[in-house]
């Protein structure tokens, strides 16, 4: 049974940092594109990152230079480093695995919900002061 859980997430002040993880059953992380996602409330869900099987690693331009997704094949996860929180990060964060369309499409198309069929049931982040 294929399964991904997310942990990590909690409350943390403008200007820290967390370590979101995604761990998955049932299947071969490495295999996959592994992708994650945000949903704040009363908004659509947003991609943010995306790793390929060959470590291509996608990022949106609202999250670049703060946000890093990581791979470790030998605990079949995927983190992703969140530096730098701002309020505006609050949400709920998804990890999804998904058919690995390869580099190019991920550059051209970015992340996408309709890409990734299994989903995590997600890991709350809340920044505040």
């Known amino acids: 049974q294929v399964q991904l859980v997310e942990s990590g997430g909690g409350l943390v002040q403008p200007g820290g940092s967390l370590r979101l993880s995604c761990a998955a059953s049932g299947f071969v992380l490495d295999n996959y594109a592994i992708a994650w996602f945000r949903q704040a409330p009363g908004k659509e869900r947003e991609g943010v990152s995306s790793?390929?099987?060959?470590?291509?690693?996608y990022y949106a331009d609202s999250v670049k230079d703060r946000f890093t997704i990581s791979r470790d094949n030998a605990k079949n996860t995927v983190y992703l480093q969140i530096d730098s929180l701002k309020p505006e990060d609050t949400a709920v964060y998804y990890c999804a695995s998904g058919l690995d369309r390869g580099r190019r499409y991920y550059r051209s198309r970015g992340v996408r919900v309709p890409d990734f069929g299994s989903w995590g049931q997600g890991t709350q982040v809340t920044v505040s002061s």
């Open positions: 790793i390929t099987s060959d470590d291509y690693t």
